[in-house]
């Protein structure tokens, strides 16, 4: 997987994967002129649509509705260091039998996003840019 994030102007970007775009930016109150979400929301926009994804495909597969599902994210944020810190996910499903409520969480739970969050990824960092002379 990859993505190219391209500064705009001010405290806009433009995240760039597979051809599909969008902006990030900052509210007014944080210097930016809120043209998009800001790179924490788009951490819970990941979270909650690859929880959503894996509970559809649950769904999906055993031919049970799908429809009016709904995931929200919710995060605190802590500080030393600044980050995001409890996270709560809340899946609305269609009405389903309480063995396939289980078999939904289940499914959650196996979201590639969540997992990274639950098992702290090695992140590598590298500068590159000119010398100047």
């Given at each position: 997987m990859n993505v190219k994030v391209t500064y705009e102007e001010k405290v806009?970007?433009?995240?760039?994967?597979?051809g599909h775009q969008?902006?990030?930016?900052?509210?007014e109150s944080n210097k930016g002129e809120n043209a998009g979400m800001t790179p924490p929301e788009f951490l819970l926009v990941s979270l909650a649509t690859c929880a959503g994804y894996y509970a559809v495909e649950y769904?999906?597969?055993r031919n049970l509705?799908?429809?009016g599902l709904e995931v929200t994210v919710d995060a605190e944020k802590a500080s030393?260091?600044?980050?995001?810190?409890?996270?709560r996910i809340v899946v609305?499903?269609?009405?389903?039998?309480?063995?396939?409520?289980?078999?939904?969480l289940r499914a959650v739970?196996?979201?590639?996003?969540?997992?990274?969050?639950?098992?702290?990824?090695?992140?590598?960092?590298?500068?590159q840019t000119p010398v100047a002379a």
């Open positions: 806009r970007f433009r995240a760039e994967a597979r969008v902006v990030c930016d900052q509210p769904l999906r597969t509705p799908t429809e030393g260091p600044a980050r995001l810190g409890e996270f609305h499903t269609p009405e389903i039998e309480e063995r396939h409520r289980e078999g939904v739970k196996a979201c590639i996003v969540h997992n990274t969050l639950l098992h702290t990824p090695h992140v590598a960092i590298e500068l």
